[in-house]
């Protein structure tokens, strides 16, 4: 059957990438292969990457294993695929019109259109279609003039915010989960969740606020936790 295979532009590609998602693809025919990807976990407000995985894979951060590091020692099912390193996918794992509506419509609402992996996991889980991330040894690296441009990644946990809440709502998909409802936030309470991404202006923008205080990440990120209750520990 057919096999699609897409991918970003400002990333140097291993030779042994198109092998190895063909290869899972044929043992996994029924699922998505990816290289990245993340589950979702209730209430996170940040995206986190890196080793080790068990020091970021915590609330409230999404973390995001990357096949060819230790963050991935094996293969394993994900709620979201992520298009940087490469993923696989059969046609017949769409129903092209409501993906087509779908995309339409929720990338009308102020910041969604550029997560554009969720909207496709979003589609998919819609569909119980399995995305799952593969081991190999296909190392990804990103080449890092020409990723910034037009880069998203800085404010990367406004944008899947925005959609996990907003594709949940359309699609009755991730019903297990509660999600921060960036949109609904007042300004103060969305400048904290930038200053905990490392943003100084929405610190300064926040510490304005609470005047008898100097605003940092890690008192933006204390005063978060007190508002939202994060799930008990695994």
């Not at 993340?38 to 973390?63: E, M």
């Not at 940087?84 to 993906?99: D, Q, S, T, W």
């Not at 926040?206 to 008192?219: F, G, N, P, R």
């Amino acid at each position: 059957s057919t096999h699609l295979i897409y991918l970003d532009d400002d990333v140097f590609y291993h030779p042994d990438l198109v092998r190895l998602l063909v290869s899972k693809s044929r043992e996994y025919p029924a699922s998505v292969v990816a290289l990245s990807g993340c589950t979702l976990r209730s209430h996170f407000r940040q995206i986190r990457f890196g080793l080790p995985r068990a020091r970021y894979d915590v609330p409230p951060y999404l973390y995001y294993p990357l096949s060819a590091t230790a963050s991935l020692p094996h293969d394993e099912t994900v709620d979201i695929v992520q298009g940087f390193a490469g993923v696989l996918v059969r046609p017949a794992f769409f129903n092209l019109p409501a993906f087509v509506a779908l995309v339409q419509n929720v990338t009308l609402d102020h910041d969604i259109w550029k997560a554009d992996d969720f909207i496709i996991s979003a589609h998919l889980a819609s569909r119980n279609v399995t995305r799952r991330l593969v081991a190999g040894t296909a190392v990804t690296r990103i080449h890092w003039k020409a990723a910034t441009v037009d880069n998203v990644s800085s404010t990367m946990h406004r944008q899947v915010l925005q959609a996990a809440v907003a594709l949940q709502r359309r699609l009755g998909i991730w019903s297990g989960h509660a999600f921060v409802d960036y949109l609904a936030l007042d300004d103060y309470w969305k400048d904290l969740l930038d200053c905990e991404a490392g943003h100084a202006l929405q610190c300064e923008r926040a510490a304005a606020v609470d005047s008898e205080i100097m605003m940092t990440q890690k008192l933006a990120t204390w005063l978060l936790d007190k508002k939202f209750v994060l799930p008990p520990p695994p």
